[in-house]
């Protein structure tokens, strides 16, 4: 009975929990005056598919592009200068490295939207913003850089040494050791933090909003201010774009949760 109680609770949880997302798919479906209706309707009366026209009327494709470019440039960025930086967290164990490490996450917890003025200024000295998917790149990077740096640090740690040691003794050196043992070994717990810098990244807005002035350089989150305007808003258009770009991502997650879950709890458990 017990169970049974448990399970009830879990899957009242998970509806709650998920509800924002049903709604978001069935107000996506329903007409602009339905959508205002009271009491509400939990499913459509009329099913109205604003796909196409919210596709080719704001031209998505440039966005989902934009945020492609942006995910992608974040990525491989935090990837070269991260894995390193674990690396060696996990590896050489002395005062200076729990310095570096307490450093590292005191830098994840400050917000973006603190840090942008600073950023704005800086890049505007160096000429940064004649680039500005670049700058946002650049500054996106640093702050996802901790997050991976602390997630990678993770799986580095379940190598064990005795394998790098033997791999020196046989002639490799500390490099090679790096890139042929430790990678390959930690290549889990990697991949799946960065995809989780991917999507987080695909999905950055506050830098965007701030840095990229030309509409056709924008990504998907700045261009759903498109359906807002000073005395109305479009919500069916704003439910349908949220759809269009949320979906995507779902589908990532649906197909990698079980490496996602894996990697995230490597470690967690002698």
């Known amino acids: 009975m017990k169970r049974y109680i448990l399970l009830a609770l879990a899957a009242l949880f998970v509806a709650i929990y998920l509800f924002p997302l049903y709604w978001m798919y069935v107000t996506a479906l329903k007409s602009g005056s339905e959508i205002f209706r009271f009491p509400p309707t939990f499913w459509p009366a009329t099913l109205h598919f604003n796909v196409a026209d919210v596709w080719t009327r704001l031209r998505m494709d440039r966005f989902l592009t934009n ?3 942006i995910a992608a440039g974040t990525t491989v960025i935090i ?13 050489v164990r002395s005062i200076w ?24 200024v800086s890049f505007n000295h160096v000429g940064l913003l004649d680039y500005p998917r670049l700058a946002v790149v650049l500054a996106q990077a640093a702050k996802l850089l901790p997050l991976y740096i602390v997630l990678c640090r993770t799986a580095f740690m379940q190598v ?5 040691e033997a791999g020196l003794v046989d002639g490799n050196s500390r490099l090679g ?3 042929q043992i430790a990678i390959p070994l930690a290549r889990n717990g990697i991949l799946v933090t960065a995809v989780l810098v991917f999507l987080l990244s695909f999905g950055e807005y506050v830098y965007s909003r701030s840095l990229i002035g030309e ?3 924008q990504p998907a989150t700045v261009g759903l201010q498109s359906f807002m305007g000073p005395n109305t808003s479009d919500w069916s258009g704003v439910m349908t774009y949220s759809a269009i770009y949320v979906t995507p991502i779902l589908f990532i997650f649906v197909l990698l949760q ?10 967690a458990l002698k």
């Open 97 to 120: 490295m729990d310095v570096a490490m307490f450093t590292t996450l005191m830098m994840q917890v400050l917000p973006s939207s603190l840090m942008i003025t600073p950023i704005f």
């Open 215 to 217: 509409r056709a350089l």
């Open 160 to 164: 064990p040494r005795e394998l790098e």
């Open 177 to 179: 050791a790096f890139l």
């Open 258 to 267: 079980r490496r996602i879950v894996s990697g995230l709890t490597a470690g």
């Open 67 to 69: 945020s492609l470019i």
């Open 79 to 91: 990837m070269a200068v991260g894995t390193g930086c674990a690396y060696a967290l996990a590896r």
